[in-house]
């Protein structure tokens, strides 16, 4: 098939003139494709579970889901709201975790796998290694709105504030139905959601840069190079993280829906 030439990418003059699209002959297109259909049905799943504003919540158990945390309003669910209810009746169709939600959906949309991974699947640009650009100009991330990827060092900071909040929520789920310690499948679930929700938000390469980046010597700042090396070994497993955490949430978020819909009941170890 005939190739419309332009003058940039592999066009460019000096290149080599190659008629085809590419000269891949694996299933290159794979990986894109599959990205942007899980991107796209967690997208659609989130949407919708936040905003229906509807089995949320366990009280029994103290189960919150992420999708509605922190609650915040007197339309929450009573015992829901783990930070008092600053805001009277809540819009319907408005996420409860509408103050935390945009913020965590901008860490994901500026981190630095995501846009590998939405450039390639959502973007084409490039959609594969050796697979040129479907657009005809390139500018990378040097103008608007791209530029504003730059900003993600700032929504690290609101990541750790609402990981901080997703952790306290957790303290809730070891509750009994008298109110005392307890113990369910839900509060495993909920605990070890957070443990990855951290796992990936400090895996974050501004978190790597922050802790021990600036720094001439190691030698002098034997705190900050340790925690430097840990945060190494999360950052190299960063795309694996931010992938098990979209399935954590969807887990943990389906799992609440499940109990607090009455559909299944809470597995209890003790209590
Ligand atoms: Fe992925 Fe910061 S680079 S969260």
Redesign the pocket.
């Known amino acids: 098939m005939a190739h419309v030439p332009f003058s940039g990418g592999v066009h460019a003059p000096g290149r080599a003139r190659i008629a085809a699209r590419t000269l891949r002959e694996d299933r290159w297109w794979l990986q894109p494709l599959v990205t942007f259909v899980c991107f796209s049905a967690w997208l659609l799943y989130g949407l919708v579970r936040a905003s229906l504003q509807k089995d949320y919540f366990v009280a029994d158990y103290g189960y919150l889901t992420p999708f509605a945390s922190p609650c915040l309003s007197t339309s929450c669910v009573p015992g829901s709201t783990h930070f008092g209810t600053p805001f009277g009746e809540w819009p319907a169709l408005i996420p409860f975790a509408a103050l935390t939600l945009p913020f965590l959906l901008l860490?994901?949309l500026t981190?630095?796998?995501?846009r590998k991974a939405y450039y390639r699947s959502f973007w084409m640009s490039p959609p594969a290694c050796a697979v040129p650009e479907a657009h005809v100009s390139y500018s990378g991330e040097t103008r608007f709105p791209l530029i504003a990827q730059n900003l993600?060092r700032y929504f690290?900071y609101a990541a750790v504030v609402i990981s901080l909040i997703n952790t306290y929520d957790v303290l809730h789920a070891f509750r009994g139905k008298d109110g005392g310690f307890g113990l369910g499948l839900g509060t495993l679930i909920l605990l070890a959601n957070v443990v990855l929700l951290w796992c990936?938000?400090l895996g974050?390469?501004?978190?790597r840069n922050i802790i021990g980046g600036r720094l001439n010597h190691f030698s002098k700042h034997p705190l900050r190079y340790k925690a430097w090396g840990w945060v190494g070994k999360l950052n190299a497993r960063?795309m694996t993280f931010?992938w098990i955490t979209l399935g954590s949430l969807v887990v943990t978020d389906a799992y609440i829906a499940l109990v607090s819909s009455g559909t299944i009941g809470d597995f209890r170890f003790i209590n």
Request: proline residues 0%; charged residues 5%.
């Open positions: 860490f994901r981190c630095y796998y995501y993600h690290f990936y938000t974050c390469h501004s978190c960063h931010a």
